[in-house]
């Protein structure tokens, strides 16, 4: 979820030169040198119609299924399907507009993308951009306006992000009360406080941002895996206004927020956290209806290339397929958390249905293999079950192996359960995948190996 973040009014404001550019409608830009366009949305519908839902998720009420009231943040709107608060303008762009009725009840907007795939492969780039204008609004008028295009990781999807902050949140362009400026966060770790100083998140502050209100502006995020330290890089009309290197927190911090898909989000809040260390609102003066245009939303994507060996997150050049492969040595996950283990070191917890955990360059060598074994513990109430399951070079790939798995009497009760898999030979990317039909935590792992 989107933070409660509460920053000091007296947050710093970069002042920079930025490029303005007042066309209402642009096609989406050419990639970037070395990507490829995996996604995008320009937005050329006819007036007053709404998105296409084979590509975007209307995300209606006052909070995901099972997740945190007023979307976590205290915002005090209602989000609709409406064409009266989101719809295509005609022009080229997509509007979204916060709506006021006579009992003073707000609604709003908030859409996501239907695919939650967008990520940087190992070795490689995804860059995140829109190009938007801000509501233009100002003053009393614009207490409690709360505009945002951001991106939350995958694994929020599912449980309705009660996994927040831990699975990331990009924020890519925030703006409050009609301010001239953008804010841009990455969120993580624990909340409250933790490595990512949350709620409020490792962010860049507060920049001026000189005719964002009233003309469009690009926004963009782009995350560098080819680099070491890997880097997530902000920018606003193409200047690279703020940079976080992955040694700004632990390995397993950093890999948690970001080595897995994204899905990008798109909506205009009223009140709420962050408007109300601005100031506040909404107010009797805060004016309705003056929305949020969107003329793209574009996602580029390089191709993969070798992990830099002196990466916090490489986990070493290869790995024998045959040697015991700690869980916590994982290069990528989603939905997992380190823990202390019984048996000594540390294990992954709080596994459900669709969590992952990725292994890279393991060697299997010429091949031979006759099973693997895994050490599993698990205290899930009775009824609670589910499947480990491993597979090679892609999560969408069939499993080569699996076995099923009910309580073990304990979270910290361990056992080795071994499960049969296919021949395998060569260098490859192992997924260890869980898949439950219950939304409940289900296995703890210490360890896996492949045995001939």
């Given at each position: 979820?989107?933070?409660l973040r509460v920053l000091a009014a007296a947050a710093l404001v970069v002042a920079a030169s930025v490029t303005?550019?007042?066309?209402?409608?642009?096609?989406?830009?050419?990639?970037?040198?070395?990507?490829?366009?995996?996604f995008s949305d320009d937005f050329t519908g006819a007036a007053g119609t709404g998105l296409n839902r084979g590509n975007w998720l209307y995300s209606a009420g006052t909070g995901y299924p099972g997740g945190a009231a007023n979307w976590g943040t205290g915002e005090v709107e209602t989000m609709t399907d409406s064409t009266a608060n989101v719809y295509q303008d005609g022009s080229g762009n997509l509007a979204i507009k916060p709506l006021r009725?006579?009992?003073g009840r707000w609604t709003s907007g908030r859409v996501e993308t239907q695919r939650t795939d967008f990520a940087a492969p190992v070795g490689g780039r995804v860059r995140i951009e829109a190009r938007i204008q801000q509501p233009n609004v100002t003053g009393a008028a614009a207490a409690g306006y709360w505009p945002a295009f951001w991106a939350l990781g995958d694994a929020a999807r599912p449980v309705g992000a009660t996994n927040w902050p831990g699975i990331g949140e990009w924020d890519i362009m925030e703006n409050i009360n009609g301010r001239s400026s953008v804010f841009a966060a990455l969120h993580c770790g624990t909340n409250p406080g933790g490595p990512c100083n949350e709620t409020t998140g490792l962010t860049s502050g507060e920049r001026a941002c000189s005719g964002c209100l009233s003309s469009f502006h690009t926004y963009a995020v782009e995350y560098d895996r080819s680099t070491s330290p890997e880097q997530m890089r902000w920018?606003?009309?193409?200047?690279?206004y703020f940079t976080l290197n992955s040694t700004a927190v632990d390995a397993t911090t950093w890999n948690n927020a970001t080595h897995h898909g994204m899905f990008v989000i798109l909506n205009v809040a009223i009140g709420g956290g962050f408007p109300a260390a601005f100031g506040g609102g909404p107010t009797a003066q805060t004016q309705p209806g003056v929305p949020m245009l969107v003329d793209y939303v574009a996602v580029w994507q390089s191709s993969g290339g070798t992990?830099?060996?002196?990466?916090?997150?490489?986990?070493g050049s290869t790995r024998d397929a045959y040697s015991r492969i700690e869980a916590e040595s994982y290069?990528?996950?989603?939905?997992?958390?380190?823990e202390t283990c019984a048996e000594g070191g540390q294990d992954v917890g709080w596994i459900a249905n669709g969590d992952w955990l990725q292994f890279n360059n393991v060697d299997f060598g010429t091949g031979g293999v006759r099973d693997?074994?895994?050490?599993?513990?698990?205290?899930?109430?009775?009824g609670v079950s589910g499947l480990v399951e491993v597979r090679l070079d892609s999560r969408s790939n069939a499993p080569i192996g699996s076995f099923a798995l009910g309580g073990t009497g304990g979270w910290q009760t361990w056992q080795s359960i071994p499960g049969n898999v296919s021949n395998v030979t060569g260098m490859h990317t192992v997924f260890v995948t869980f898949s439950s039909g219950q939304p409940a935590d289900f296995?703890?792992?210490?360890?896996?190996?492949f045995r001939r």
């Open positions: 979820m989107r933070s303005i550019v007042t066309t209402a409608d642009a096609a989406v830009p050419p990639p970037p040198s070395g990507m490829t366009l995996v009725d006579s009992a920018y606003l009309d193409g200047v690279n992990t830099p060996t002196t990466s916090p997150t490489s986990g290069n990528a996950s989603a939905g997992v958390q380190v693997f074994v895994a050490r599993v513990a698990s205290g899930a109430a009775g296995v703890n792992l210490n360890w896996i190996q």
